[in-house]
Antibody, heavy 120, light 108 residues
């Protein structure tokens, strides 16, 4: 059974850096074709893909946020991390991590999401 | 960057058919997936690779993709199908995932 769980601060101040952790089980990111992404959703708005990290270490970012994002992984701990710098109130959202299906480019498992509010 | 556009809302009567469209430039050249997101819950994939249903997804969900438009069809819509629906593709040029703007389906 595949599970993913996001964790991190519920509240950050403007200009601060956000660090989120995705802890997963039921698969290994050292397995070929495995990939984990971060996706966010502002309240009442659409899903927005942020970044992905693949089993071989390849990293891809949303071009509009690339300068602010860093994705990394600790394969031994089954964790994926996301840092986002210079947080702004418009970054208030529920942040999800999700696993890409092995053979196809869609997300077959999602975490429950973590709400991050940016406010002074 | 690649963009996907969906109608903001679709209304359907119970038992009728709901069609949700997703528009993107030459979308038919890519594989489309669809997610259902009920209120307060995480998204769940209902269609992938244009028209394939994951195990556990009811047969009333079907998909197609041609030209510039992908379509999710819900046949015999039930009250439990009321949710937000998002299309999604993988953009081969940027190696990035793209989500549509989302459609709220209301079962009247």
């Amino acid at each position: 059974q595949v599970t993913l769980r996001e964790s991190g601060p519920a509240l950050v101040k403007p200009t601060q850096t956000l660090t989120l952790t995705c802890t997963f089980s039921g698969f290994s990111l050292s397995t070929s074709a495995m990939s984990v992404s971060w996706i966010r959703q502002p309240p009442g708005k659409a899903l927005e893909w942020l970044a992905r990290i693949d089993w071989d270490g390849e990293k891809v970012y949303n071009t509009s946020l690339k300068t602010r994002l860093t994705i990394s992984k600790d394969t031994s701990k089954n964790q994926v991390f996301l840092t986002m710098t210079n947080m702004d109130p418009v970054d208030t959202a529920t942040y999800y991590c999700a696993r890409k299906a092995a053979l196809w480019y869609y997300f077959d498992s999602w975490g429950q999401g973590t709400l991050v509010t940016v406010s002074s | 960057s690649f963009e996907l556009t969906q109608p903001p809302s679709v209304s359907v009567s119970p038992g009728q058919t709901a069609s949700i469209t997703c528009f993107g430039n030459k979308l038919g050249d890519k594989y489309a997936s669809w997610y259902q997101q009920r209120s307060g819950q995480s998204p769940v994939v209902v269609i992938y690779q244009d028209n394939r249903r994951p195990s556990g997804i009811p047969e009333r969900f079907s998909g197609s993709n041609s030209g510039n438009t992908a379509t999710l069809t819900i046949s015999g819509t039930q009250a439990m199908d009321e949710a937000d629906y998002y299309c999604q593709v993988w953009d081969t040029s940027t190696k990035a995932f793209v989500f549509g703007t989302g459609t709220k389906v209301t079962v009247l």
